[in-house]
């Protein structure tokens, strides 16, 4: 199980590959531990190619950010990423578990 420095690394380091890629497409990003890898959803409101190709190239420079952070991190938690996407305008209402962190949501009414 990751410690919390461990979940504040990975947090930030998804915060920061990120940065400049969320669009109004998208609705909520989840980062989750599942033992063997960790997973990054991202919930989109409608398909699109563009946040796709956005996404998947945020998650590739997020496994970069976390290889130059990787002296910082426990052994279990140094493990792949990989990413997500759920697309839909179903409510947002998911039940997440314990290893899971919201890293971003849009407000919707």
Not at 18 to 28: D, Q, T, Y
Not at 40 to 53: H, K, N, P, T
Not at 88 to 97: E, V
Request: glycine share 4%; charged share 25%; hydrophobic share 45%.
């Amino acid at each position: 199980m990751p410690s919390l420095i461990d979940w504040n690394w990975y947090e930030l380091m998804l915060v920061q590959a990120l940065s400049g890629v969320i669009s109004p497409n998208f609705r909520m990003v989840t980062l989750n531990f599942a033992g063997d890898c960790w997973i990054v959803e991202a919930w989109l409101l409608e398909e699109s190619q563009q946040d796709s190709e956005e996404f998947y190239d945020a998650i590739d420079e997020f496994s970069i950010y976390i290889e130059d952070v990787k002296q910082e991190l426990s052994a279990c938690a140094y493990q792949k990423i990989v990413g997500q996407l759920v697309v839909g305008g179903r409510p947002l209402r998911p039940k997440f578990a314990e290893d899971t962190r919201v890293v971003f949501r849009r407000r919707e009414a």
